[in-house]
């Protein structure tokens, strides 16, 4: 990788932000309306965190953007070479590093970012040397929120999906699944007995009791079939296909993964932009 090649050059300099004080609402609108999957949490100014999809799906009835946030973020600064910025995405399993002067955000840099640099580097190894072939497909009937949950199980940001003839006919993301989701709000109810468990002369029947009532106000992932999320318009790879036609293929298209299928067009694996980092590193 060439050493004048520096974060500065590539990063988002007009990044979208989350200040605060701040509330769960306000980070899903903005994930929705930008399109992004995570936003820097700032105060005074001064970066204090990091708001992901994962952070919201994970404490679907937490409200507060301050107990939601991952605090002290990894970060870089902007004259840093963008090997380093690889060896902290890959190093701490993360999509994004915000960029900093001091405490002061001035950018931001994603994995796609520091993959769309391969695409002049004219690296022909073949993907399938970068290629996970542990992410499994979901069958195109099965309810969404329990993808959702296989999905943060399995640490996954996306699968395939399979419909009965084994072929691949969609792919569904977390950004799909928060996408779909809605903001419910109810009210739930705790019954107190004022009786003590350790009182023999004290009748269940008899006993005092006194319902709590609260609101609650979640996230909550539609009960639709995936198929009614998913992506439907598939871009795909073969294994053989060098990593750096790869890597323009996903820039153009502005996609964080590709299935990869065989000569039959079945599919083989996912690929995952992060995973073409090592790419970098040894160029």
């Not at 409200?63 to 060896?87: C, F, N």
């Not at 319902?211 to 909550?220: D, E, L, P, W």
């Not at 323009?248 to 065989?262: A, G, H, S, Y």
């Not at 083989?268 to 790419?279: E, N, S, V």
């Amino acid at each position: 990788m060439p050493k004048e090649t520096l974060v500065r050059d590539i990063m988002v300099k007009d990044v979208a932000c989350v200040s605060l004080p701040g509330s769960r609402d306000e980070v899903l609108s903005i994930l929705k309306d930008k399109k992004v999957s995570g936003l820097p949490v700032i105060k005074d100014n001064k970066l204090v965190g990091i708001v992901s999809r994962s952070n919201l799906l994970k404490k679907p009835t937490e409200e507060q953007l301050a107990l939601l946030m991952v605090r002290d973020p990894v970060s870089i600064g902007p004259e840093e070479d963008i090997t380093i910025a690889a060896r902290l995405l890959l190093k701490h399993g993360i999509r994004r590093l915000p960029v900093v002067e001091g405490e002061k955000l001035v950018g931001l840099i994603t994995v796609a970012d520091v993959v769309g640099s391969l695409v002049d580097l004219n690296i022909t190894t073949p993907i399938s040397e970068y290629l996970n072939s542990g992410v499994g497909p979901v069958w195109y009937e099965t309810p969404l929120p329990v993808v959702a949950r296989n999905m943060e199980l399995a640490h996954v940001k996306a699968v395939p999906v399979i419909d009965t003839n084994l072929d691949i006919v969609g792919l569904i993301t977390d950004r799909d699944i928060i996408s779909a989701s809605v903001i419910e709000d109810s009210v739930e109810v705790s019954n107190m007995s004022a009786g003590a468990d350790d009182d023999e002369w004290t009748w269940e029947s008899m006993r005092d009791t006194m319902s709590i009532y609260y609101s609650v106000s979640r996230i909550k992932v539609p009960s639709v079939p995936v198929k009614d999320v998913m992506v439907k318009e598939l871009i795909s790879a073969s294994s053989n296909m060098g990593v750096s036609e790869c890597a323009l293929k996903m820039k153009r298209n502005r996609i964080d993964q590709v299935p990869v299928v065989n000569a039959n067009q079945k599919f083989i694996g996912l690929l995952r932009d992060r995973y073409l980092l090592k790419a970098i590193l040894s160029a």
